[in-house]
């Protein structure tokens, strides 16, 4: 292993201590410490059979976070592709944790505004528009205005 080799191993060593990484993550954080990409794919191979970094198990974590973060499906899958994760493996992981996209955008909302439901159209307009940013569907909104209303009037 060269000595360079070596200070990439490093980096990543010291990057993957902290938390974890997808491997386009730390290639582009190797690159911009000025690494070539021959030494970047040399480590991250070693970084992978070692199973010292694996997309999946990122892709794990980040998921679980981004749901409890309040993120819909539209932000996950941009941010996923932003990460370099495989639409596959994020479609699976999904699948697995089978989060519930209503009630989701329907916390989201309540975090945001509380449980008053909008007093005109401009504050509708408000909530949905920050909904629609946080990646919820207009049928999911729909979903979480209805059951805001609904609990106002109980």
């Known amino acids: 292993m060269t000595s360079d080799e070596q200070q990439a191993k490093d980096v990543v060593l010291r990057l993957l201590a902290r938390r974890e ?7 582009q954080k190797l690159r911009q410490r000025g690494f070539a990409d021959t030494i970047c794919d040399t480590v991250l191979t070693l970084a992978q059979a070692n199973n010292w970094q694996s997309d999946e198990r990122f892709a794990e974590a980040w998921l679980r976070h981004s749901l409890a973060n ?26 697995r944790l089978e ?4 009630d989701l ?3 989201r909302l309540l975090k945001k505004f509380g449980d008053e439901p909008p007093a005109d159209a401009k504050m509708r307009d ?5 909904l629609l940013q946080r990646g919820f569907s ?11 209303a609904e609990a106002a009037t109980d």
Do not use: F
């Not at 207009?138 to 059951?147: F, G, R």
């Open 138 to 148: 207009y049928s999911e909104i729909k979903q979480a205005l209805s059951w805001q």
């Open 99 to 102: 989060p519930d996209w209503n």
């Open 70 to 95: 309040g993120d819909g499906l539209q932000k996950i899958k941009a941010a996923a592709q932003n990460k370099g994760l495989d639409t596959e493996l994020v479609a699976n992981l999904l699948q």
């Open 105 to 107: 955008c329907y916390q």
């Open 21 to 27: 990484h997808s491997a386009q993550e730390l290639k």
């Open 126 to 130: 408000r909530m949905m528009r920050h």
